[in-house]
Structure formats: structure tokens, C-alpha cells
């Protein structure tokens, strides 16, 4: 069985301090969705009060329908995945597993039954015997979702499982993570600070900045229409250009900004007016050189150094007017190749393809 | 927050049956055991001395005699309790200079244990450390008896070399009570000093040593310092232990000469004067816990920092 | 010793071997006393000496054994030591829980409180106990056969008061390395409050309760200066003892010390082999983790372990030769000394008498 989760109108507040500010979500049954944020912007909070171990100072927490207040961590159809996977240590593998079933009264030669099926779920069978110091990071991992499934939940949360793993474990868990969630169908809420985890796994992705979700949306839509200058800046790497909105249509927007005027598709809700403060966003893989007279935004350079990485060369320019770098990412062909630093090249890249934004906080780094 | 929510959120995180054991259990052992008899005792100590079936009765008066008794004595106003006050600023004055000496005994000891000894070795010696002193700490005063009495181990070997013609009392001259008394608590100063010293980075010294500085400086500069809380959290052990033992006196102390608590002691069991016998124990109290607090206080140690 | 007195002088400065030296006579100073005590208790002579050397005997431990006094003390302090145990450990749990709840403004009061009686001289503790419980009694006119003036339970609440504290440094010294989160996940997977703290903390805490009712118990043995006011007439065996010690001292008291150090030397010895089991366990776990193993090796039971039983075979056999040699031939030696003060005490009088003739036929002389 699986649930809708839906916070509506939670603010969470810790004296003075404000973790949540207002929060209105609804996340569909059977759904993989995840939190995205740096560490500090309150998607941890959040997650604890879907699981119950804290209580939200406004607003209502709601699984499949019903309104969990006063409803203890115990008591809620959610099982949660802890960043550091707290597994018992003192227990075997499959009393870890089978520990819900544990409390609930159920006997041993079930739970054992149980425990075995589940190993095998998570590939790793005739394990249950061993102590949880007996394992690697990997199976730890495995063993610690093997043993919230066991559970049944109709929810199950996951704050941020991933991060005590090094680089190609991760790699390979998304994919398991993923293939395990469709398996058993039910509604799956990651907690990340790590994008590439995000966009990978997620039917759905809440951006939060500092206790307040600052877009929702697929993968695509926040990559390819941010509406806020953080979503874009935090969402994969982009161009920014400051500036002051000179003329503002339906569906796109000039902004002046110290590498001339540039056009751009406004971003949804901005509603940006001529004199506003803006910001155009323009992704790496959007500027170009070769066909730049065709576009209608084209900006003086210099092309500063390159770096090689493969399929694509990234490239580091100096833009005329511009404060910080340009970076252009090209397919590495013959093209690329004869790009040398020390060029002087116009850069052009299509107005529908860059965003304006309100001016406003960036992500840092 | 007020003290409902504190309590329905405390409810909340342990649940009846768990709250009920915390909050009865810490509930009985400060109230009964800690807070409640000491209360009590100091109340006693204000009270006239009249026998147990009149305690209760109007004759059983608020009054300060016994605390006056203390600084004045039996005799008229002007002459002092000469022997009272002699054996309570002697036990005093001798618990500090056993404090002293222990910790200057035992920093050495486990700073060679913190950072030179290592692995078996070093668990040998906390072991050798601990079980001297899972003997009984009566027979601990029993065996300086031995050594120190009249034809014990030390005077029959000084007599056996010569160097002595005849035994020397070392109970008599107190020499036995203060070598029990520093040798009675010295675990409780070894191993405050060498958990601070252990948390101590290596690195730390060796970047001293490598800066030129001196074996002393090291010290003076790096490690003492460092060690503070636990040289400060022994020290404070050590002296309340030491001016409060009862045992070792007893056993190892000179006819002529008495520790304060056996004052206390006899008031109680010999005199029968249970209030006075709770005045002194709270002249007693009072004065160790403002001697350690001062000493805190110049060392700017909490008391959180105590008995870790 | 000496292997590190060389290993030091290899390394050549003064200082070590100084250090070296200060070590060696520090801890000859620790065990001196009690090594000198307990070879006083194998001397058959009537005062605890080691010189001059009588006769080897065992005899001052049948003394005592046979000693009613301290038998009945033993039992008492047996059984407050058992019932320091069943009070202090929860006492002291309950305490060191309640130290991770409280709020950060009253957390240094809270544990100014409960970390006092470490710090009360024990003269004092027992003192309040006693005054505290005979008014309590007398409030609720409870006659003097009552609890209230009992020595045992009077005893075992004072020294549970401090004895209480110890028992919570051991508690807070293992919570600190408690993962919350454990306590959080048993909750989030549908446990009650108690099952998780039944399940997932307790035991955690296993080897802090054993090692803070170990703690308990010896911390209660030992004790003299709370004890001996609140015991009423009743007695322990550090109360039989002192007043042993006090009036009269014999070599029973030395072959008491010899029977504790013994046993206690025992019990590190089994703490010992247990912890290198565990040690032993944990590498092995951490192998089977990096796949260098493949299974754990089956554990033997820790009385079967080769060092604790080589360690038990020693003190028997070592026991079995002391009560062999001291018991043969003890009759001959005694005579023997005897005979030899016999003869030391004719011999003294021979010569005072010679001396008295000496001295008046001295005066004739002149």
C-alpha cells in the first residue's frame, strides 16, 4: 500500500529560529520524491516532522488523508532511512531486518522466513547471520532499506542514505535505489543536498532554500525553467549576467546588463517589470560560437583557457563587461579543437534558451 | 516553556512507563538520599541537645550553641576551644599538604602513563595502578601499621642496619598517618590528571620540544595547561577525601593527636551528642566545599568538569 | 623492570632513566605495604611481622575462618552490597538519562545536585542519613524494630547516596557514545518507548551495568566512613575490621588481605582474558567487512579460555603448596621456636643474674 503525503501550511520553529516558513506540498502516492537543498535549509526538519519525531509549530502533517498530529514516530505508517543508517549493532543482520516485526510480536521462525526473502531482495542472501560489523558500507546500506521495507510502510524517507559512500557506490546505489522503489510501488521522499542524486532518481523535486520550497518540479522543468535566481544557480551550472529590466513583453524580457542588452524568456512568476533588478541565466551548452550572428544575444570575448574533459571541452572565456568568467561546454570535434586561448570571438546564445529572474539570493559557490 | 509542556514533551520522548522510573528514581535519591537529609541534619545541628524522647518537644529549642561550642568551648566567654579548633585547622592544613604532595607525586606518574607507555605495557600499569587499591581501605592503613609501628618492618630493618638503636614512633610523630593518608587516595589523583593528559595531541609536545623548548616549558606552557581540569578535579577529590577519611586516623594516628571527623565520630558514638555531632559535620562540610570552590575559582575550573 | 630500566638506558638521556626509576619506586611504594602484609600473614608469630622470620603457617587463616565476628560482618556486607547493587544502578541510570533530558538552563544545577555526594565527606552522608531517617521514623511513630532504625537498610540508602554517583559517571561515560539515532530508528520501525529502551538501549548499556555493579559492590564493601554510622549496632566487615585493627592486631587481619587480593587479582585476571575475547571478536568482524575472512571462528566458553585456566591452576596450586608446607612440620618449628625463646630468655635472665652478682660483689671488691 502507498500514501499521498501532504504538508499544508507547516512553519517549524526552534525559539527565534525559523526551520520551516510556510510549507504547502502534496506528494502523490507511489511518487519518488526528493528534497534538494544545502545542508541548513531545513528539508532535515521537514522529514522529521512527516516521521513524527517532531511536532510542526503550525500547520498539519497529512499521510494518505489523515492528520498525524500527536501521532508518535512509532505509530506512523513511514519508516525512515537515517543518514548515518543507524543499524543496531548488538543485533544480527536479520534481527536488524525483521526488527519491526520484532516489536510487533511476531515470531521468530516467520521473521527469520521474512528476513530471507527480503536478503534476497537486496541481493544479498544467506548474510542474516552475520553482525552488522561484519559488513561493508555497501551492504550496510542495503540491509538498513531491506530493514525499513520490512516494516511495510506506506512512506518511506530517506535523509540523505547516500552520503557515507564513496563516489562509485553511490553511482551504483542511485540505480538500485530507483529499481527498489519501483518494485515495491510505494512513495519514496529523499532528503539531498547533492543534485546529481536528485535528478537521477526523482519523479519530483522540491528545491529548498533557507525553511522555504523555492520551486517544485520534474528534473527538466527546474533545470530547464528555474523560477527563482537560486533554483537556477543551485540546479546545474549556469551563466548569470546582472542587470535592470529595460522592456518587458509577453514571453520575453530585455534586461541591460555591463555586456549590453540581453534578451531572455522571463522566469514563471517573476513578473518582471521595466526598471526591475534581474538576472539572466544562460546555461554552458547553450552559448555558442560558430552560428553567434544568427542569435539574438551575442557578447564580445576572449577565450581564457580550456579544460579537456572528454566527450566536451569546457571552455573559460572573458566576457566583455562581464565580472566573473563565462564557461561554454562544446563537443569535442575539430571545431573545438581549434579554439585556442588568447582568441577573440563573439559568443551567441538564443533568447529562449536563457531565463530572467528577479534579482535575489544565489547559491554560494 | 512552561513546565506542563516540559513535562508532556517529556512524556512524549519516554513514555509512562520510563517516565515514571526517571523521574521516581532521580525524584527519591535527590529528595530522600541527597537534598531532604542533609536538610535535616543542618536543622538538627541548630538544635538544643536533650535526649531522643524529648526531640520534637519544646524543649528541643533552635539554638547555636553548638556551633559557639566550637569556636568558644565549655569554659566562659574569652577562652577558646583550644583543642577543637587545634585539630580542625590541623586536619585542614594536613589534608592540603597531602593534596600537594600526591599531586606532585602522581603528575609525573601519569604523564609517563598518557604519553610514554604504550599498549600492554600501559594497560599493565593502570591495571597495577587499580588493584592496589580494590584492598580493603582499612587494611591498606593496617599494612602502613605494620610498616611504620613500633617493631614493624621499617623500624626492625633500620635497627637491623644500625641506623637506629632503638624503635623510632612513627605513630606517634603522625608520620604514619600522612604517609597512609597520601598513599589512601592517590588513584583518585592519577587518573582525573591522565584522562586530561591523554586527550593531549602528541604532536603538540613534539612541536614544543622541536621549537626549542625546555623539558620544563613544555610543561609549564603545554601540558599543565592542558591537564588543568584534571589536576584541579584530583586535587579536589584528593583533599575532600583526605580531610574527611575517618579509617586512617583511626588506625595510624598518635594517641595525642585526633582528626577532625574523629571529633564528629566520638560526639556521635562516645558523647552521644547527636547535635553537635552534626554541627561539626556541617563545619566540616561547609568548610571543604568553600576551600574547593576557591580553589575552582583560581583555576577557573566548573564543576561540570569535576569527577569526569 | 629491568628490560625497561635497559630499553631506557639504551635510549641514553638521564631523564629517562631518572623517569624510569621514579616509576619503578612509585610503584614499589604502591605494592610494598601490601606485599610486606601479606607475607605477615604467613609468619607464625603472634604479632603481623616479617622479622624475625618464625614459622611458616597458614594457621592465621584458619583463624579466620573460624572468627564468628567477621563471618557475621561478611554476611552483612554481603548483603548490603547486594542491596547497594539493586538500588544504586537503576538510581544511577535513572540519573544519567535524566542528565541527556534536561534542559540546557538547568542541566548545571541538575548535576551540581546529583554529583555532590561524590564530593560530601562519607562521615557526612552517613551522618544526615541517620539524623534524616530517625525523624522520618519518629514522624511516622514507627517503633525502633522498624526499617526506619534498621542498621542493614539504613546503611545501604547511605551509601547508595554516593555510591549512586559513580554509578551514573559510568552511565554517562557509556551514553556519550550512544548513537540517538538508534533509539529513533527502533521508534520509527513501530516500537514503544519501553521496547526500544528494552530492545535497543539496555542493551547497549549491558557492559556499563555490569561494570557499574562491579563498581557498586566494591564501592560498598569497602566502605568504613558512612557504614560505621549508620550500622547501628549491627556490623560489616570493614567495621569488625577497624575495630580489630584498632584493639588488637593480629595476623588474621594480614591473611583477610591476602584472601581479598587474592580474589581480586582473580577477577582483573578474568576481566582481562574477557576483554581481549572481545578485542579479538571485534578484529575478526572487521576482517569478514574488508572480505579477508570468511566466517567467524566458534567462540569457546570464557572458563575454557587456555590463559584463565592457566591463571587458576596457578593460584590453586599455589594455595594447595602454602597450605601444604605451611601446615607440615608447623608443630616441629613452633616447638623449636619455642624452645629457642626458651633458651634467648634463660639466656637473658643468666645474664642479669651474673650482672646482679657482678654489681654486689662489686661493692665487697672495693
Request: charged letters at 20%; glycine letters at 8%; proline letters at 4%.
Amino acid at each position: 500500500m502507498t500514501s499521498e503525503v501532504a504538508l499544508e501550511n507547516v512553519w517549524i520553529r526552534f525559539g527565534d529560529f525559523v526551520a520551516a516558513r510556510d510549507i504547502n506540498i502534496t506528494i502523490r502516492a507511489g511518487e519518488f520524491f526528493s528534497f534538494l537543498g544545502p545542508s541548513g535549509c531545513g528539508k532535515t526538519t521537514l522529514l522529521r516532522a512527516v516521521s513524527g519525531f517532531l511536532e510542526p509549530s503550525e500547520g498539519r502533517v497529512l499521510i494518505g488523508g489523515a492528520d498525524m498530529a500527536g501521532i508518535g514516530p512509532n505509530k506512523r505508517p513511514t519508516a525512515l532511512i537515517f543518514q548515518n543508517l543507524a543499524l543496531f549493532p548488538l543485533m544480527s543482520v536479520w534481527e536488524n531486518i525483521t526488527f519491526a516485526l520484532e516489536v510487533r510480536g511476531v515470531g521468530a521462525a516467520r521473521r527469520r522466513k521474512r528476513a530471507d526473502e527480503l536478503l534476497e531482495l537486496i541481493a544479498l542472501p544467506g548474510q542474516g547471520d552475520k553482525t552488522v560489523g561484519e559488513l561493508s558500507g555497501g551492504q550496510r546500506q542495503r540491509v538498513a532499506i531491506a530493514r525499513a521495507l520490512a516494516a511495510e510502510p506506506e512512506v518511506l524517507l530517506l535523509d540523505e542514505p547516500l552520503s557515507a559512500l564513496d563516489l562509485k557506490l553511490r553511482q551504483r546505489m542511485r540505480t538500485e535505489l530507483r529499481d527498489i522503489q519501483r518494485r515495491v510501488g510505494i512513495t519514496f521522499i529523499y532528503i539531498t543536498h547533492d543534485q546529481g542524486e536528485a535528478l537521477t532518481m526523482s519523479d519530483n523535486i522540491a528545491v529548498m532554500r533557507e525553511g522555504v520550497i523555492e520551486q517544485v518540479g520534474d528534473g527538466n522543468t527546474l533545470y530547464d525553467r528555474p523560477n527563482t535566481a537560486f533554483v537556477a544557480s543551485f540546479v546545474g551550472e549556469n551563466n548569470l549576467f546582472r542587470g535592470t529590466v529595460g522592456a518587458a513583453e509577453r514571453g520575453a524580457v530585455t534586461v541591460e546588463t555591463a555586456a549590453g542588452a540581453l534578451r531572455a524568456r522571463p522566469a514563471t512568476g517573476a513578473a518582471l517589470a521595466a526598471g526591475d533588478d534581474a538576472f539572466v541565466f544562460i546555461r554552458p551548452e547553450s552559448l555558442r560560437f560558430d552560428d553567434a550572428m544568427e542569435m539574438e544575444n551575442r557578447i564580445g570575448a576572449h577565450i581564457q583557457r580550456r579544460e579537456f574533459e572528454g566527450s566536451f571541452w569546457q571552455v573559460f572565456l572573458d566576457a566583455d563587461g562581464a565580472e566573473q568568467p563565462l564557461k561554454l561546454s562544446m563537443v569535442n570535434d575539430d571545431a573545438a579543437a581549434a579554439r585556442r586561448p588568447g582568441q577573440r570571438v563573439t559568443l551567441g546564445f538564443a533568447a529562449e534558451l536563457a531565463v530572467a529572474t528577479r534579482a535575489g539570493p544565489l547559491a554560494a559557490g | 516553556m512552561t513546565p506542563l509542556r516540559h513535562l508532556r514533551e517529556f512524556h512524549r520522548r519516554n513514555g509512562a512507563g520510563l517516565s515514571l522510573f526517571l523521574i521516581g528514581a532521580t525524584g527519591f535519591w535527590i529528595l530522600f538520599m541527597i537534598v531532604l537529609p542533609q536538610l535535616f541534619m543542618a536543622d538538627f545541628s541548630f538544635r538544643a541537645n536533650v535526649p531522643p524522647p524529648k526531640w520534637g518537644t519544646p524543649e528541643h529549642y533552635y539554638t547555636l550553641e553548638h556551633y559557639r561550642y566550637m569556636i568558644y568551648g565549655g569554659g566562659g566567654e574569652g577562652s577558646f576551644n583550644v583543642i577543637d579548633l587545634r585539630v580542625f585547622f590541623k586536619t585542614i592544613g594536613a589534608a592540603m599538604l597531602v593534596t600537594l604532595f600526591d599531586a606532585a607525586l602522581c603528575y609525573p606518574i601519569a604523564w609517563h602513563l598518557a604519553q610514554a607507555a604504550r599498549g600492554g605495557w600501559a594497560r599493565l600499569m593502570v591495571l597495577a595502578l587499580v588493584v592496589p587499591f580494590w584492598v580493603n581501605e582499612i587494611l591498606r592503613a593496617f599494612a602502613f601499621h605494620i610498616l611504620f609501628g613500633a617493631s614493624g618492618v621499617l623500624n626492625s630493618a633500620l635497627m637491623a642496619a644500625g641506623v637506629l638503636d632503638e624503635p623510632y614512633d612513627f605513630v606517634r610523630e603522625n608520620i604514619a598517618l600522612y604517609a597512609g593518608l597520601g598513599y589512601a587516595f592517590i588513584l583518585l589523583m592519577i587518573f582525573p590528571i591522565y584522562n586530561a593528559m591523554e586527550s593531549l595531541d602528541k604532536n603538540q609536545v613534539e612541536a614544543a620540544r622541536d621549537l626549542g623548548a625546555s623539558r620544563w616549558r613544555i610543561h609549564r606552557r603545554v601540558v599543565m595547561p592542558h591537564a588543568k581540569p584534571g589536576i584541579t578535579s584530583g586535587c579536589t577529590m584528593v583533599f575532600m577525601l583526605t580531610a574527611g577519611a575517618l579509617a586512617a586516623p583511626q588506625i595510624l594516628g598518635g594517641p595525642g593527636s585526633l582528626w577532625f571527623t574523629q571529633i564528629i565520630y566520638q560526639a556521635f558514638n562516645q558523647a552521644g551528642n547527636w547535635a553537635r555531632g552534626s554541627a561539626y559535620a556541617i563545619i566540616l562540610l561547609v568548610s571543604c566545599i568553600v576551600l574547593v570552590l576557591a580553589l575552582m575559582k583560581a583555576f577557573k575550573v566548573r564543576l561540570g568538569e569535576i569527577a569526569r | 623492570m629491568t628490560a625497561l630500566l635497559q630499553a631506557a638506558a639504551a635510549r641514553a638521556p638521564a631523564a629517562r632513566i631518572g623517569m624510569a626509576l621514579f616509576v619503578a619506586l612509585f610503584f614499589a611504594w604502591l605494592f610494598g605495604p601490601l606485599v610486606l602484609m601479606g607475607i605477615t600473614a604467613f609468619n607464625s608469630s603472634a604479632f603481623p611481622r616479617v622479622s624475625p622470620w618464625e614459622c611458616f603457617s597458614v594457621e592465621w587463616f584458619e583463624a579466620l575462618a573460624g572468627d564468628k565476628a567477621l563471618m557475621e560482618g561478611l554476611r552483612n556486607s554481603v548483603v548490603i552490597g547486594l542491596g547497594v547493587v539493586a538500588l544504586a544502578v537503576p538510581t544511577g541510570l535513572a540519573g544519567a538519562l535524566m542528565l541527556m533530558q534536561v534542559g540546557e538552563r538547568a542541566r548545571p544545577w541538575y548535576y551540581s545536585v546529583v554529583i555532590s555526594p561524590i564530593l560530601i565527606p562519607g562521615v557526612v552522608l552517613g551522618i544526615s542519613t541517620l539524623v534524616f531517617w530517625d525523624r522520618i521514623g519518629a514522624m511516622f511513630g514507627a517503633g525502633h524494630k522498624t526499617f526506619f532504625y534498621d542498621g542493614v537498610f539504613l546503611t545501604v540508602i547511605g551509601q547508595a547516596t554516593f555510591i549512586s554517583a559513580y554509578c551514573m559517571l559510568v552511565f554517562i561515560s557509556r551514553l556519550q557514545r550512544f548513537n540517538p539515532a538508534l533509539h529513533e530508528a527502533a521508534l520509527d520501525l513501530g516500537a514503544t518507548q519501553l521496547q526500544a529502551f528494552r530492545k535497543v538501549l539496555l542493551p547497549f548499556l549491558k557492559p556499563a551495568i555490569a561494570s557499574a555493579a562491579v563498581l557498586a559492590f566494591l564501592a560498598s564493601f569497602e566502605n568504613y566512613n558512612t557504614t560505621v554510622f549508620t550500622i547501628a549496632s549491627e556490623s560489616t566487615l570493614t567495621t569488625v575490621l577497624a575495630g580489630k585493627v584498632r584493639y588488637g592486631i593480629n595476623p588474621s587481619v594480614s591473611a583477610l588481605a591476602v584472601v581479598i587480593a587474592a580474589v581480586t587479582l582473580l577477577f582483573a585476571a578474568v576481566l582481562e582474558v574477557a576483554r581481549r575475547r572481545r578485542q579479538r571478536a571485534a578484529a575478526e568482524s572487521e576482517k569478514i567487512a574488508r572480505g579477508l575472512l570468511r566466517s567467524r571462528t566458534r567462540k569457546k566458553p570464557l572458563l575454557l579460555e587456555p590463559a584463565l585456566l592457566m591463571i587458576v591452576t596457578v593460584f590453586v596450586a599455589g594455595a594447595g603448596t602454602a597450605w601444604f608446607a605451611g601446615s607440615i612440620g608447623l608443630e616441629e618449628c613452633k616447638a623449636a621456636v619455642l624452645e629457642e625463646k626458651r633458651r634467648d630468655a634463660e639466656e637473658r635472665v643468666r645474664t642479669f643474674q651474673q650482672r646482679q652478682m657482678f654489681r654486689r660483689a662489686a661493692p665487697q671488691a672495693n
